[in-house]
């Protein structure tokens, strides 16, 4: 456990508004902190996502079951970041996706009321906010013009210079479904490099 859980989400507030310590202790008090094991469920497909989380370490999974029951990987939040199902998490509906920690993770969470009296109460929040969901929905359009438009050599070099170290860090079978390939596609891709 980190001697202190909340400074890389004090850091991430910073950068990116005006803030004091007294602030953000303020702000980083809605917030609890968890570690996670491998393949931990964090939320159950079906089940209303009670929180949005922030990474520290380790990676987030948020993935869907089709009716056959194979998966299929929509987000993968890393450090640094903010995730959860945000439809079910906005609308407070159920959820569609599941969400799984798939390597031992370190996490900061926060429930939907709090995460909203934040917007409310907090000055600047809600413009760091947009600006994260922004370049998180540029990134996730982005990945499914890739998919269309991309053929899986492609995708995998795009991923290889944007994202390096998750081909290392994460399973083959989690990295071949996000880029929508089977794994011995991505075994091909890997043995040319």
């Known amino acids: 456990m980190p001697s202190n859980p909340y400074h890389q989400l004090k850091q991430f507030i910073s950068a990116a508004m005006p803030v004091d310590d007294e602030q953000l202790n303020i ?9 996670t094991k491998r393949n931990e469920i964090l939320l159950q497909a079906g089940d209303i996502a009670p929180y949005i989380y922030f990474v520290n370490s380790g990676c987030l999974r948020v993935f869907m079951l089709d009716v ?3 998966e299929s990987t929509r987000f993968l939040v ?11 998490f ?5 959820s ?3 969400i799984q920690s798939i390597e031992p993770s370190d996490i900061l969470y926060i429930s939907h009321h709090d995460f909203n009296a934040l917007l409310d109460t907090f000055p600047g929040w809600e413009h760091v906010y947009r600006i994260s969901l922004e ?15 991309m053929d899986a050599k492609q995708r995998y070099q ?7 170290t998750l081909i290392q860090r994460l399973p083959s079978k989690i990295i071949a479904d996000y880029l929508g390939i089977s794994q011995e ?4 891709l890997k043995s040319k490099r």
């Open 135 to 149: 370049k998180d929905y540029i990134a996730s359009i982005k990945r499914i013009e890739s998919l269309i438009t």
């Open 90 to 94: 906005n609308l407070q509906e159920p």
């Open 68 to 70: 056959n029951g194979k």
């Open 185 to 188: 596609t991505l075994s091909r």
């Open 158 to 164: 795009l991923l290889m210079e944007t994202s390096p």
């Open 27 to 35: 702000f980083c008090k809605k917030f609890r902190h968890k570690t």
């Open 78 to 88: 890393t450090e640094g970041r903010f995730g959860t199902a945000f439809p079910s």
């Open 96 to 98: 569609l996706a599941a």
